[in-house]
């Protein structure tokens, strides 16, 4: 990816993830799982794990970049993807690959 100097909507939360403690990340292998609502990251944990213990909070646009930037991998449902693509379009970053589908719950 080819990141701008000045990120438009650096701070806009965009998704969810989910986490137990500060480094124990809800992932699907070494992926972590970003969903497009607070409601979607519920049923993906129910239908993936226990659910109970882990928390669920907001991230932004700037965090899921950060990551990137630190080689991180990221599975985005087809919700938390339009909005992260919508982005990072509007700050003309390159190299974002555009599927049809990213994360889905069997």
């Known amino acids: 990816m080819i990141f701008p100097v000045?990120?438009?909507e650096d701070s806009k939360?965009?998704?969810?993830?989910?986490?137990i403690k500060f480094r124990?990340?809800?992932c699907d292998e070494d992926a972590c799982i970003i969903a497009?609502?607070?409601e979607?990251?519920?049923s993906y944990l129910s239908e993936l794990c226990d659910g109970g213990?882990?928390?669920i909070k907001k991230t932004r646009f700037g965090e899921i970049l950060s990551g990137i930037k630190q080689g991180g991998a990221y599975a985005f449902d087809k919700e938390s993807y339009i909005k992260f693509l919508y982005i990072a379009e509007l700050n003309k970053i390159g190299g974002v690959a555009i599927q049809r589908f990213v994360f889905r719950v069997s």
């Open 6 to 8: 000045y990120i438009k």
């Open 13 to 19: 939360i965009v998704d969810y993830f989910a986490h």
């Open 24 to 26: 124990e990340v809800f």
């Open 36 to 38: 497009g609502s607070e």
């Open 40 to 42: 979607l990251m519920k």
């Open 53 to 55: 213990s882990y928390t």
